[in-house]
């Protein structure tokens, strides 16, 4: 399943929320929830732990907006939204949340 | 709407009932959703657990009480009503405090459910 | 928003004649929409529309009309659980002219 999150986790849960029940599988990060995957942020540590059970993607266009530059957490990739459409292909589902 | 494979449809409701509009919503959007013959199960976590608290009495803030309508889901077939017991510890809670009969279930039983759907809206 | 006279006291209903505040039902106002519908009650509709707002009362919501059915079935016998029976009292529809009737909201999920 692809899980899509939009809110910074340092001022809103969906994303430990979405990595505390979630089962394994991709995670997009998109607008606000590109923060989660900065070098230095207060959830790093969470996100790198779950990085073993989550393929973790931030949305190129959303990080270049927020000048987050090479400050990306390693193993985290950037897609654009051709990238986006395509994780949302090769899942069978998809939960956006809120 | 008789044919047509059947799916399996989840609700996530995350939010508490009435600082905002998403409680209730979801359940406008289920009871619709009842009328299609899918398969749908409705998950509570975090906050979203509060929009099942018994004795809910809405009269000072001038807002529609909804929650019995969720003794109202039955009728519809919808008997499928799952809590996510960490976020119901969480809120000092337990299943007795709840006004409808649910399923409580740990958080990898809950996200083994998730991926079983077909399909999942978040509220 | 439009008002209706019944009984020398104004009751306010929406565009489609339902009440707007289901509080100030009574059965006279039940009789006045009925004669806009043009249904005449007998006992019958009045076991329904009592059923309706007996229903609205517990849940808060006017019942699709499956829901409804169903529950009539269950209450007042399985002859009368049928939408042959319920469209035989209200002809267009037992949700949404019964419902008018019994000074309830249109149902949810009404499609």
């Given at each position: 399943?692809?899980?899509?999150?939009?809110?910074?986790?340092?001022?809103?849960?969906?994303?430990?929320?979405?990595l505390?029940?979630a089962?394994?599988?991709?995670?997009?990060?998109?607008?606000?929830?590109v923060?989660?995957?900065?070098?230095?942020?207060?959830f790093?540590?969470?996100?790198?732990?779950?990085?073993?059970?989550?393929?973790?993607?931030?949305?190129?266009?959303?990080?270049?907006?927020?000048?987050?530059g090479?400050?990306?957490?390693e193993g985290?990739?950037?897609?654009?939204?051709?990238?986006?459409?395509?994780?949302t292909?090769?899942?069978?589902?998809c939960?956006s949340w809120? | 709407?008789s044919?047509g494979?059947v799916?399996?449809?989840?609700?996530?409701?995350?939010?508490?009932?009435?600082?905002?509009i998403?409680?209730?919503?979801?359940l406008?959007?289920?009871?619709?959703?009842?009328?299609?013959?899918?398969?749908?199960?409705?998950?509570?976590?975090?906050?979203?657990?509060y929009?099942?608290k018994?004795?809910?009495?809405?009269?000072?803030?001038?807002?529609?009480?909804?929650?019995?309508?969720y003794?109202?889901?039955?009728g519809?077939?919808?008997?499928?009503?799952?809590?996510?017991?960490?976020?119901?510890?969480?809120?000092?809670?337990?299943?007795?405090?709840?006004?409808?009969?649910v399923?409580?279930l740990?958080?990898?039983?809950?996200?083994?459910l998730?991926?079983?759907?077909?399909?999942?809206?978040?509220? | 928003?439009a008002?209706?006279?019944?009984?020398g006291?104004?009751?306010?209903t929406?565009?489609?004649?339902?009440?707007?505040?289901?509080?100030?039902?009574?059965p006279?106002?039940?009789v006045?929409?009925?004669?806009?519908?043009s249904?005449?009650?007998?006992d019958?509709h009045?076991?329904?529309?009592?059923?309706?707002?007996?229903?609205?009362e517990?849940?808060?919501?006017?019942?699709?009309?499956?829901?409804?059915?169903?529950?009539?079935?269950?209450?007042?016998?399985?002859e009368k659980?049928?939408?042959?029976?319920?469209?035989?009292?209200?002809p267009?529809?037992?949700?949404?002219?019964?419902?008018?009737?019994?000074?309830?909201?249109k149902?949810?999920?009404?499609?």
């Open positions: 399943m692809l899980h899509i999150i939009n809110k910074s986790p340092l001022s809103n849960d969906s994303l430990g929320s979405c505390r029940v089962a394994p599988g991709d995670i997009l990060l998109t607008e606000d929830a923060y989660a995957a900065t070098v230095g942020n207060a790093e540590g969470k996100l790198r732990e779950a990085m073993g059970r989550f393929k973790v993607y931030v949305l190129q266009a959303d990080w270049d907006a927020r000048g987050l090479d400050r990306r957490i985290v990739s950037a897609v654009d939204h051709g990238g986006f459409v395509d994780l292909i090769s899942n069978n589902c939960q809120l | 709407m044919e494979a799916k399996k449809f989840m609700f996530v409701n995350r939010k508490a009932p009435y600082g905002t998403y409680a209730l919503e979801s406008e959007v289920v009871l619709i959703t009842a009328a299609f013959d899918q398969d749908v199960s409705l998950v509570f976590m975090d906050d979203g657990v929009q099942l018994k004795g809910q009495q809405t009269k000072g803030i001038e807002t529609k009480n909804f929650s019995p309508t003794r109202a889901l039955e519809y077939d919808i008997e499928k009503l799952y809590v996510e017991k960490e976020s119901l510890e969480a809120r000092g809670l337990s299943e007795d405090d709840l006004l409808v009969d399923t409580v740990g958080r990898a039983e809950m996200g083994a998730m991926n079983e759907q077909d399909v999942v809206l978040s509220f | 928003m008002n209706i006279e019944v009984g006291k104004s009751y306010e929406d565009e489609e004649g339902y009440l707007v505040n289901l509080a100030e039902w009574n006279e106002v039940g006045y929409l009925a004669g806009t519908e249904v005449d009650l007998t019958q009045w076991e329904v529309i009592n059923f309706l707002r007996e229903y609205f517990e849940y808060q919501i006017a019942p699709a009309v499956r829901v409804l059915t169903k529950a009539i079935g269950k209450k007042l016998g399985p659980g049928t939408s042959e029976y319920l469209y035989g009292l209200f267009y529809g037992p949700g949404k002219q019964a419902c008018k009737i019994a000074g309830l909201p149902p949810t999920g009404c499609v």
